[in-house]
């Protein structure tokens, strides 16, 4: 009897499920979107549509200031993040084979295994002491955490990319005498090149969004746009909550949208 290839669409109520679960995931986040054009002052009773809230948003200064540190962190982690990803991402797929290799693999990807919370309490306590030692309280411990956070979502495209290129072009490059140095540069770093973009867009919204870890390492004062938005939660729920996150959502779907073009595009 020939064997015969599973498919999930045939399998009794998989598509009722995938719709239920699509639309559980979904919905709450449209009426956020819809709550955030919302001109009523009472969030929660429509009064039409209207900018309000969004004009609020970005008139006010303490939004302002956590929407630019989160630009910050997120642009130096996603590029160190990104950085860092490559060169390992070329060691365990390019480099010498050495004992252990898929324990690096599995290091690297540690972040992703570990409960977030965990792994923001260690970062605050190594970099409390840090802080204790060296007196600095700017930005940089948020960029060395969320880096630490980022790599493996940086990696993990990276290293994809890699194992799925084709080798005969750098042996080729090799074999025409050309250095390591010059056949990484004008070979393999133009084939990776979408796998870098994708990794790095990736490591921004990871970091862009990331409220745990932020919560944790963060000294008095440095709000970022999720930090931000737990403190007003705390507070009062409003329209204007509505609306930045709308404005987080928007840029977060924008940035994973480009990503897609880009990599699409240059396959």
């Known amino acids: 009897m020939a064997n015969k290839r599973f498919d999930v669409t045939h399998v009794p109520?998989?598509?009722?499920?995938?719709?239920?679960?699509?639309?559980?995931?979904?919905?709450?986040?449209?009426i956020l979107?819809?709550?955030?054009?919302?001109?009523?002052?009472t969030a929660g009773r429509?009064?039409?549509?209207?900018?309000?809230?969004?004009?609020?948003?970005?008139?006010?200064?303490?939004?302002r200031s956590a929407a630019v540190n989160s630009v910050i962190v997120a642009l130096a982690a996603a590029l160190l993040s990104t950085c860092l990803a490559t060169a390992v991402a070329l060691a365990v797929t390019r480099g010498r084979q050495i004992k252990g290799q898929g324990s690096i693999v599995i290091i690297v990807n540690q972040p992703l295994l570990v409960?977030?919370?965990?792994?923001?309490?260690?970062?605050?306590?190594?970099?409390a002491q840090v802080k204790q030692v060296t007196g600095y309280q700017g930005l940089g411990y948020l960029i060395a955490a969320h880096t630490t956070f980022c790599i493996p979502f940086a990696f993990l495209p990276i290293r994809a990319r890699l194992a799925g290129m084709d080798l005969t072009l750098e042996t080729a490059s090799m074999d025409l005498y050309a250095g390591r140095f010059y056949t990484f540069r004008?070979?393999?770093?133009?084939?990776?090149?979408?796998?870098?973009?994708?990794?790095?867009?990736?490591a921004f919204v990871i970091s862009l969004d990331n409220v745990v870890v932020s919560s944790l390492v963060k000294s008095p004062g440095?709000?970022?746009?999720?930090?931000?938005?737990?403190?007003?939660l705390r507070r009062n729920l409003t329209s204007e909550i509505y609306a930045i996150s709308a404005l987080l959502l928007f840029a977060s779907i924008s940035i994973v949208a480009a990503s897609w073009v880009i990599t699409r595009t240059k396959q």
């Open 186 to 202: 004008r070979v393999t770093l133009p084939l990776l090149l979408p796998g870098i973009l994708a990794g790095f867009m990736l």
């Open 46 to 63: 429509w009064e039409g549509l209207s900018l309000r809230w969004f004009a609020a948003a970005l008139d006010n200064a303490a939004f």
């Open 115 to 127: 409960p977030e919370i965990v792994f923001g309490i260690a970062l605050m306590v190594v970099l």
């Open 33 to 41: 979107v819809v709550n955030a054009f919302n001109g009523s002052d």
């Open 13 to 30: 109520g998989a598509a009722t499920i995938a719709i239920v679960t699509f639309l559980a995931l979904y919905i709450p986040v449209l």
């Open 222 to 232: 440095q709000e970022t746009l999720p930090t931000y938005l737990m403190g007003e």
